[in-house]
């Protein structure tokens, strides 16, 4: 009998917050990382009675512009809805949220070489904090509103992952998209980049296609990091692969990942399911987004990383490895340009500067382009010496150590690396190989 | 001098012209108040009086340009006025001190009023006679016995007797304009979005439209100059200009204005509660002679799709009054969920119902559907004419205590109010007689952005028939 087959299936929601400089709703700064609590607040992400939303325009057009970053039809007509459930953190009894008419739709990353669908790309709002904490002995609870209505985009992918590495490789890539658009840090440790699996496991033979997905899949909730997501991810694939060689069927659940202890635990069942009432926001407006609008939006968008990296392969001739590594950032792929412009009045190839780029890690942040280039020049320059002269550095050196040369002659060929020094010493640029030749020729 | 006998325009004319002091004004609401408060339930907070008397000597000692200065106006309990208690009527907020001013309670604090306290009202304005107020029902200004009505109850008879000069108001379905027309008062209900509803405390978003009660056409249409106008606070708030409404109601007559009467409106509401009080019925038949009389033309609308609004209004406010009071959730505010009424807890479970997956396509996306059609009825109707004329409610004001037990029965008062917040489009009640000695409303709805027309019309009306001159005679038992 053939062994069963496992295919493991997956799908991502990734949470980003915008690095707007106010909230989605309000005018209070959306920076609240560190900041001392409810000091960012004011009645509206408070949700004191009788406050009301007004939308930030800009957090609408970066989303819009990560939905085009990602190759994502823009929607005509959108909207805003309230997502109703309680929470101490969600001060108004509902998160203003997006549900049958996201922002942005079907677009798609491709990873190592995989397509994977975005299904849509919405805007909401961000949720308060709480604290555990204990006060006189007692233990309490603590609300911080800081990062109540931080504007918030979701990525939502079709369930088009089978291996743990496409994950990783999807998310560096998704980060990398958002970093290049300078929209947000997301960075998961801080929490401004925050990651919802769901995982299902395929039985049998044959490609798993939207048709014949498995009738679950289980949700998994506070991953906080790459790493994490790897773990919590090989975790749930092996537990419900052995449920499933059991002959069990995993339920559909919502299950939190527990990084000390290595395991995902029960959060909620398929049978507490919340019914989150969706229905338009009456305090918002419809959004209408012309084609000119959107164009207008396209034209602001940067050269993205994939193109880029196809530029850097063409224009300047360099293998894919490097043009990779040279547009990880936006700013590493900017400074490298820099360089070669002003490499070019030098005679330097991109590929040397990209050498020196990639191999000896240069600062970039403290070390400018030009000056850069000025110390890559200076240690490849070759001072045009007679060989005459050389013959004359060449003498005078090893009349200056007789003992060195005695123990070259005895054998010790370390020693040639100081007599090489002596001579540079009298005479800085000149070519070591042109040295090493005629001091060999004088050695006998 | 009693604040009773003044309209706000004759009363700002009188601070203008050195005639009396707002201090003087500020005396009689504060003397109106203390000798009847108590007796009719109006006020649940009223302003210490040496902070009001110092405002009004203030305001008798600067410039007298402001549009409101020195005048005693009073806040429906809606409205959230920065450390002045504000409790929606309900209990959950008993304790509840906001930490800001409402856009309109700010614009009206910039245009010289001075605000005399706040307001009785059905809780979270829930209701149409003022009875669902967790703190009792007010009393009518001309019946002890009688409901003031709803939800905006105190702002009625605070005006109708002299307690403030104005009130304002909320309008959800007909909570303006149904205490107006019990009250004798003018009873305004703006465009949706014409008023910022930034911090006034939301019953149902997408139908709140916020007004105010006032004794004449011409107080109504100077306040909603001071209060109208685009709030970067408030996103649904509209862009059309602000005109001064009072200084342009030089109309005399009404020739050349076509005034739309709907049988098949009438009709519904009459159906519904089984047949409109006859009496009520003739004085607003009277009502639309007189109209005529004064060279207006009445046209036959069509408004066929009225006849299904209150049904898709009791789907529509209770989804959004079920939202909007999650964030009431016991743990900040200091009073938790028991504390909330029956009419509250009634709204909120057929709210979530109506939401819930399963139910949403047959409640709350069919009653939106029905929501464009009453839009769309209306639309087609002012193609024809100028202001739409209807009944304020198909009864007069009940007894106290008389429906109190019958949900169905207040929900019906709304019948004839409703259909205008589903369109979004301003309307008014006015004074239009008495029927045992208990006041009889008429209502003009016009098309979105007509405040102008609407006053003009209306106060041609006001003038001919000066049934604001009748006061209140007031009951002195304490």
Known sequence: MSETKFTPIIGLEVHIELATESKMFCGCPADHFGMTPNSHTCPVCLGLPGALPVPNKKAIEWSIMLGLALGCTIAEHSKFDRKNYFYPDLPKGYQISQYDEPLCVNGKIVVNGKEIRIRRVHLEEDTGKLQHTEIDGKKATLVDFNRSGVPLVEVVTEPDFRTIEDVDAYLKKLQQIVRYLAISLADMEKGSMRLEPSISIALGDGEVTDHNLPGYRVELKNINSFRFARHALEYEISRQTEALTRGEVPQQETRGWNEAKGISVLQRSKEDAQDYRYFPEPDIPPMHFPFEEVEKLKKRLPELPDVKILRFINDYQLPEYDASILCETRDLADYFEQAVQVGSQHSLTPKAIANWLINKKIEIITILPAELIKSVVESRMTTKVSSEEIENIITEVIKLNPKAVADFKNGNANVLGFLLGQVAKIKRGVDSAVVKKYLLDKLG | MNLIDLTLTQALAGVRSGKFKSVDLVSSALENIAKYNKIYNVFLTVEDEKELLSQAKIADESDKSLPLVGMPIALKDLFSTKNLRTTAGANVLKKYRPVYDATVVRKLKQAGAIIVGKLNQDAWAHGSTGENSDFGPTANAYNLSHVAGGSSSGSATAVALGMSLAATATDTGGSIRAPGAFSNLVGFKPTYGRVSRYGIIAMASSLDSIGHLTKSVADSA??????????PYDATTGTAEVPNYQDLLKRTDLKGVKVGVSP??????????????????????????????????????????????????????????????????????????????????????????????????????????????????????????????????PMMPPKIGENINDPMALYLVDIFTVPVNLAGVPALSLPAGFVDGLPVGIQLIGPHWSEQKLFEIANVYEQATEWFKTKPKIANKT
């Open chain 2, 264 to 393: 098949e409106y009438i009709a519904i509401g009459a159906k519904a509660t089984h047949g409109m009080d006859p009496k009520l019925e003739e004085k607003v038949e009277e009502a639309l002679n007189k109209i005529r009389s004064l060279g207006a033309e009445i046209v036959e609308v069509s408004l066929p799709y009225t006849k299904a609004a209150l049904e898709a209004y009791y789907i529509i406010c209770p989804s959004e009054v079920s939202s909007n009071l999650a964030r009431y959730d016991g743990i900040r505010f200091g009073q938790g969920r028991d504390q909330f009424g029956a009419e509250a807890k009634r709204r909120m479970m057929i709210g979530a119902y109506s939401l819930s997956s399963g139910y949403y396509d047959a409640y709350y996306k069919t009653a939106q559907k029905i929501r464009s059609l009453v839009s769309q009825d209306f639309a087609k109707a002012f193609k024809e004419v100028d202001v739409v004329f209807a009944p304020v409610t």
């Open chain 2, 222 to 231: 100077l306040i909603l100059s001071v209060t109208a106008g685009t709030d």
